[in-house]
């Protein structure tokens, strides 16, 4: 994913400057602007509809697959493991410490006094998870570990001088 934002960045910049190029080259040309005017007054219409047509297509090519619980599929409580979260100044409290895998898990996270970023990485410190965790407001974050093993809880938003201790771990048990 990481390489296709740096081909569309490079891409963007290549055309960029091809755009400086043309307006640096042609602003020396002397013509009648009427001319001028009218040729392009009429390209107008034509790529205000290919932007419109352009920018539908992207929105709807990244929204439509995009991962949002309330888009995705509605599970009853009997269908997910609820676990509450709570981040404090310099630590995690959850509700438990394990959870099944192949089942959804609901994490209600808040900040008990300041935000606190959640995040879940699995054994190889990749992030697979995240929410904030905000005083007086729970998030809720599903996700379904599809591997077992130990999950490690890191704070992902600064929250004063202890922030680099606040860990916990999450163990994810094989289903039955």
């Known amino acids: 994913m990481q390489s296709i934002a ?3 960045t490079l891409l963007g910049t290549v055309l960029l400057i091809g755009v400086f190029y043309f307006v640096i080259s042609n602003s020396k040309l002397q013509e009648e602007y009427s001319s001028f ?4 007054y009429s390209f ?3 790529w205000f509809i ?3 047509i352009l920018g539908t297509a992207l929105t709807l090519g990244t929204l439509i697959p995009f991962p949002i619980p309330s888009q ?5 409580s009997d269908d997910y493991q609820q676990v509450d979260v709570s981040g404090h100044q310099w630590y995690w409290t959850m509700s438990t410490d394990t959870v099944v895998a192949g089942k959804p898990v609901e994490f209600r996270v808040i900040g008990a ?3 606190h970023g ?3 990485y699995n054994e190889d410190l990749e992030l697979v998870a995240q929410v904030q965790a905000m005083p007086d407001y729970t998030n809720k974050l599903i996700h379904t570990f599809d591997e077992p093993g130990k999950y490690r809880i890191f704070c992902l938003e600064y929250c004063g ?3 680099h201790v606040m860990m916990s771990e999450l163990k994810v048990e094989a289903a039955n």
């Open 6 to 8: 740096s081909y569309i």
């Open 37 to 40: 005017s009218k040729k392009w």
């Open 44 to 46: 107008r219409g034509k």
């Open 50 to 52: 290919f932007l419109i």
């Open 72 to 76: 995705a599929k509605v599970y009853s």
């Open 113 to 115: 006094d300041v935000n």
């Open 118 to 120: 959640f995040g879940v």
């Open 161 to 163: 001088l202890a922030h």
